[in-house]
């Protein structure tokens, strides 16, 4: 991956990061002498209220591999400390997983698919980020670690439901561990896998999240959408990509928010990663990254800052692709949040969303939640 000269001035999710550093290196265990060594999960090293790990917060090595990459590390954080934080949190994946390669996030023994998926790639995305730095002892080794969670996801199904962001989060490892050790078998069940999820893809541009359509976990999924058209681009995911953009910027909000209790996990998240990777090539993105970062620099919707700490690692690492893929934007159109001259009513019908844009207001109904609503009034903007 080339290195490439990162915007600072007006970087918000630079910003963000920097912000909210100590309060993620605070979570590991730091101690060189204890058996907990590099383990993220403070609930399980340090209170001890638990007797299982939430891997989860191993994956931070991605988002500090990509501050490291492109010299975008806080003054108080050495690129020695670094690689010394990165290094820990790799090797202390031994230490939380199982003996068939899984990992767990909320209950002992859960073999979670989500997050086993989601350390294997954050891992190897550090190691790509860091090639050239690391000796080949160590990425090998590190490799070696990894090998058993990719194992793992290659045989592990998720049954609770059809999760999107969840199985690209697995697409990304499978392509990424060829990228970097090369495995065909990998290659078969990350192709298999993403043909589920767009054959799932609502031409209405939505992408299955437990069977309905919410925009806040599309973002999720998005970030890894991305990363899978980098590692295997192709015209059918471009198209699908391309529809799912178009969709999501009607659930920008006038008053800075996105996404909420309309959607079929009623989340208000918003992760910039994917959009802003493809916020050069696609003027939704553009328009949508253009409008969050000042929904972001305003608190206006759940951002770094605000994240719960289960959730705190893929927002994280979200930020900072985010912030090293930030360039100054032109869009060429409005979101229809912020264009009160062109009224209309959108319905999707198979998502059970309705969207109304008039002078006075800006509204979007559910049909599958009760009436579940939400309404801006655009002159008393609110």
């Given at each position: 991956?080339?290195?490439?000269?990162?915007?600072?001035?007006?970087?918000?999710?630079?910003?963000?990061?920097?912000?909210?550093?100590?309060?993620?290196?605070?979570?590991?265990?730091?101690?060189?002498?204890?058996?907990?060594?590099?383990?993220?999960?403070?609930?399980?090293?340090?209170?001890?209220?638990?007797?299982?790990?939430?891997?989860?917060?191993?994956?931070?090595?991605?988002?500090?591999?990509?501050?490291?990459?492109?010299?975008?590390?806080?003054?108080?954080?050495?690129?020695?400390?670094c690689l010394e934080l990165i290094d820990a949190q790799i090797m202390a994946v031994k230490t939380v997983m199982r003996a068939?390669?899984?990992?767990?996030?909320?209950?002992?023994?859960?073999?979670?698919?989500?997050?086993?998926?989601?350390?294997?790639?954050?891992?190897?995305?550090?190691?790509?980020?860091?090639?050239?730095?690391?000796?080949?002892?160590?990425?090998?080794?590190?490799?070696?670690?990894?090998?058993?969670?990719?194992?793992?996801?290659?045989?592990?199904?998720?049954?609770?439901?059809?999760?999107?962001?969840?199985?690209?989060?697995?697409?990304?490892?499978?392509?990424?561990?060829?990228?970097?050790?090369?495995?065909?078998?990998?290659?078969?069940?990350?192709?298999?896998?993403?043909?589920?999820?767009?054959?799932?893809?609502?031409?209405?541009?939505?992408?299955?999240?437990?069977?309905?359509?919410?925009?806040?976990?599309?973002?999720?999924?998005?970030?890894?959408?991305?990363?899978?058209?980098?590692?295997?681009?192709?015209?059918?995911?471009?198209?699908?990509?391309?529809?799912?953009?178009?969709?999501?910027?009607?659930?920008?909000?006038?008053?800075?928010?996105?996404?909420?209790?309309?959607?079929?996990?009623?989340?208000?998240?918003?992760?910039?990663?994917?959009?802003?990777?493809?916020?050069?090539?696609?003027?939704?993105?553009?328009?949508?990254?253009?409008?969050?970062?000042?929904?972001?620099?305003?608190?206006?919707?759940?951002?770094?800052?605000?994240?719960?700490?289960?959730?705190?690692?893929?927002?994280?690492?979200?930020?900072?692709?985010?912030?090293?893929?930030?360039?100054?934007?032109?869009?060429?159109?409005?979101?229809?949040?912020?264009?009160?001259?062109?009224?209309?009513?959108?319905?999707?019908?198979?998502?059970?969303?309705?969207?109304?844009?008039?002078?006075?207001?800006?509204?979007?109904?559910?049909?599958?939640?009760?009436?579940?609503?939400?309404?801006?009034?655009?002159?008393?903007?609110?």
């Amino acid at each position: 991956m080339a290195k490439v000269k990162i915007q600072t001035e007006e970087n918000v999710y630079l910003a963000a990061v920097r912000r909210n550093l100590p309060r993620l290196l605070s979570l590991y265990n730091t101690d060189s002498t204890s058996r907990y060594y590099g383990v993220g999960d403070r609930q399980y090293w340090g209170w001890k209220t638990i007797d299982f790990a939430n891997a989860t917060f191993q994956g931070a090595c991605h988002g500090l591999a990509r501050l490291y990459k492109h010299d975008a590390l806080p003054d108080f954080l050495s690129k020695e400390r670094c690689l010394e934080l990165i290094d820990a949190q790799i090797m202390a994946v031994k230490t939380v997983m199982r003996a068939d390669g899984s990992l767990e996030e909320a209950f002992p023994y859960e073999g979670s698919f989500c997050v086993t998926a989601l350390v294997a790639y954050d891992v190897l995305a550090a190691l790509e980020l860091l090639n050239g730095v690391l000796t080949e002892e160590k990425k090998q080794s590190c490799l070696e670690i990894v090998s058993p969670l990719i194992g793992y996801v290659k045989i592990a199904e998720e049954t609770h439901g059809f999760i999107s962001n969840h199985l690209a989060t697995s697409v990304a490892a499978l392509f990424l561990w060829d990228r970097l050790y090369g495995d065909s078998v990998a290659v078969k069940r990350g192709q298999e896998i993403l043909d589920r999820i767009l054959a799932q893809h609502s031409d209405e541009g939505w992408f299955s999240e437990y069977g309905g359509a919410d925009p806040g976990y599309q973002t999720w999924a998005t970030v890894y959408l991305a990363e899978i058209y980098r590692l295997a681009p192709s015209d059918r995911l471009k198209e699908t990509l391309d529809k799912s953009l178009a969709f999501l910027r009607y659930f920008a909000h006038p008053d800075g928010s996105f996404g909420g209790i309309y959607g079929h996990r009623q989340t208000g998240l918003y992760l910039p990663g994917g959009i802003e990777a493809f916020a050069r090539e696609n003027d939704d993105a553009a328009a949508l990254a253009k409008f969050m970062r000042g929904s972001i620099a305003e608190y206006r919707t759940v951002t770094l800052d605000a994240i719960d700490t289960p959730n705190l690692i893929p927002y994280f690492n979200a930020y900072c692709m985010a912030a090293t893929s930030c360039v100054p934007l032109q869009p060429q159109s409005k979101l229809p949040a912020e264009d009160s001259d062109n009224p209309f009513i959108v319905k999707f019908d198979r998502a059970g969303l309705v969207v109304a844009n008039h002078k006075n207001h800006y509204t979007i109904i559910s049909t599958l939640k009760g009436g579940a609503f939400y309404s801006y009034d655009r002159s008393a903007n609110a």
